[in-house]
Nanobody, 125 residues
Framework: QVQLVESGGGLVQAGGSLRLSCAAS????????MGWFRQAPGKEREFVAR????????YYADSVKGRFTISRDNAKNTVYLQMNSLKPEDTAVYYC??????????????????WGQGTQVTVSS
């Protein structure tokens, strides 16, 4: 099974940018469709973005479309989330997750079997 570790979170002003990384170990990242989710205090964990095994297909939540970009480097066993034009409402703990099967309900937490521990992103106004 794969282990996932996120990094790159921090405090940024509104309008700024951050790049999150998700490093995989234990198994090749190329075996998984990968997703990013986030959870704000008092809210449910929500889908942010997903990328297919080789990076040919990407999907985004409407709330981040045009501002966030998901990418992957299978040679480095790493998935990225580039976040631009950040807003205070983007404040949350961000999690990466792995789907080994290629399930169709890509925005559901149930589609992912493995999760990282999360990294905090705080956007100040």
């Amino acid at each position: 099974q794969v282990q996932l570790v996120e990094s790159g979170g921090g405090l940024v002003q509104a309008g700024g940018s951050l790049r999150l990384s998700c490093a995989a170990s234990g198994r090749a990242l190329s075996s998984y469709n990968m997703g990013w989710f986030r959870q704000a205090p008092g809210k449910e964990r929500e889908f942010v973005a997903r990328i297919s095994y080789r990076g040919g297909s990407t999907y985004y939540a409407d709330s981040v479309k045009g501002r966030f970009t998901i990418s992957r480097d299978n040679a480095k066993n790493t998935v990225y989330l580039q976040m631009n034009s950040l807003k205070p409402e983007d404040t949350a703990v961000y999690y990466c997750a792995a789907d080994p099967i290629g399930r169709s309900d890509i925005a559901s937490r149930n589609a992912y079997d493995y999760w990282g521990q999360g990294t905090q992103v705080t956007v100040s106004s």
